[in-house]
C-alpha cells in the first residue's frame, strides 16, 4: 500500500469478521466536514451548543426511540464531533469473545446495510441532522463521510472512555482544529 497516495481510501476499517448488529457496546467518533466548527463552543471548559449542536444532542438523545435495540450511555456534542457509546442489544446474534457466532458465509462491509446495524444507526443519525440543516439554512453544514468506532471488549475500557469521553472539553484548548489554538 502506498501510503503517500492522496487518494481517498476505499477499504473498510471496520472488523470483516464481526456483525456490527450484534450485541455490544460501541464507541462512536463522528466528524464534521473538514472538522469545521459548527456543533458549538468550549467556553471556561463546557461546552455552549449552537443551534445545529443543540440538534445534534436532540436527534442523538432519540437514538433509541427510533432503533429499539439501541441504548445511549456517556456522551458528548463538541464544537467539531460527537463523541459516544452506543449499546446493542440484539439477542437474536449471538457472539462469543467479540465475533459473530454466524455461519462463516457473513461478512458486514458495510455495503449491505443490515436493520438495526451500526453503520445503519449512524447513518440515519447523521442523514437526519443534515436534513434538518439543509431546510433551516445551514446549507454549508456536513459531515466527514465515515465515522470512527471502536468496539468496547470490558469494563475497563468502557470506564476509561467514560472518562475520555467526559474530560474532552478540557483538552478543546489544545485540538489542533480549535480555530483559537
Given at each position: 500500500m502506498n501510503f503517500f497516495n492522496t487518494k481517498h481510501r476505499t477499504d473498510s476499517t471496520r472488523?470483516?469478521?464481526?456483525?456490527y448488529s450484534s450485541s455490544a457496546y460501541y464507541f462512536i467518533t463522528i466528524?464534521?466536514?473538514y472538522r469545521k466548527v459548527f456543533l458549538g463552543r468550549v467556553v471556561r471548559e463546557n461546552i455552549e451548543l449552537s443551534e445545529i449542536g443543540e440538534i445534534c444532542n436532540s436527534y442523538w438523545s432519540e437514538i433509541p426511540k427510533h432503533f429499539r435495540n439501541a441504548t445511549?450511555?456517556?456522551y458528548i456534542i463538541?464544537?467539531?464531533h460527537i463523541h459516544g457509546i452506543l449499546i446493542i442489544d440484539n439477542p437474536?446474534?449471538?457472539?462469543?469473545?467479540?465475533v459473530s457466532l454466524q455461519d462463516g458465509t457473513f461478512t458486514n462491509k458495510f455495503s449491505k446495510p443490515i436493520s438495526g446495524s451500526l453503520s445503519v444507526i449512524?447513518?440515519?443519525?447523521?442523514?437526519?441532522?443534515?436534513?434538518?440543516?439543509r431546510n433551516n439554512g445551514y446549507n454549508?453544514?456536513?459531515w466527514q463521510r465515515r465515522f470512527y468506532e471502536h468496539i468496547i471488549r470490558n469494563e475497563k475500557s468502557?470506564?476509561?472512555i467514560r472518562e475520555y469521553i467526559k474530560y474532552n472539553p478540557l483538552k478543546w484548548e489544545f485540538d489542533k482544529y480549535n480555530p483559537d489554538f
Amino acid at each position: 500500500m502506498n501510503f503517500f497516495n492522496t487518494k481517498h481510501r476505499t477499504d473498510s476499517t471496520r472488523l470483516k469478521e464481526w456483525d456490527y448488529s450484534s450485541s455490544a457496546y460501541y464507541f462512536i467518533t463522528i466528524c464534521t466536514k473538514y472538522r469545521k466548527v459548527f456543533l458549538g463552543r468550549v467556553v471556561r471548559e463546557n461546552i455552549e451548543l449552537s443551534e445545529i449542536g443543540e440538534i445534534c444532542n436532540s436527534y442523538w438523545s432519540e437514538i433509541p426511540k427510533h432503533f429499539r435495540n439501541a441504548t445511549l450511555n456517556e456522551y458528548i456534542i463538541m464544537p467539531n464531533h460527537i463523541h459516544g457509546i452506543l449499546i446493542i442489544d440484539n439477542p437474536t446474534v449471538e457472539t462469543r469473545h467479540g465475533v459473530s457466532l454466524q455461519d462463516g458465509t457473513f461478512t458486514n462491509k458495510f455495503s449491505k446495510p443490515i436493520s438495526g446495524s451500526l453503520s445503519v444507526i449512524i447513518n440515519q443519525y447523521k442523514s437526519s441532522v443534515t436534513r434538518w440543516c439543509r431546510n433551516n439554512g445551514y446549507n454549508n453544514f456536513g459531515w466527514q463521510r465515515r465515522f470512527y468506532e471502536h468496539i468496547i471488549r470490558n469494563e475497563k475500557s468502557l470506564n476509561k472512555i467514560r472518562e475520555y469521553i467526559k474530560y474532552n472539553p478540557l483538552k478543546w484548548e489544545f485540538d489542533k482544529y480549535n480555530p483559537d489554538f
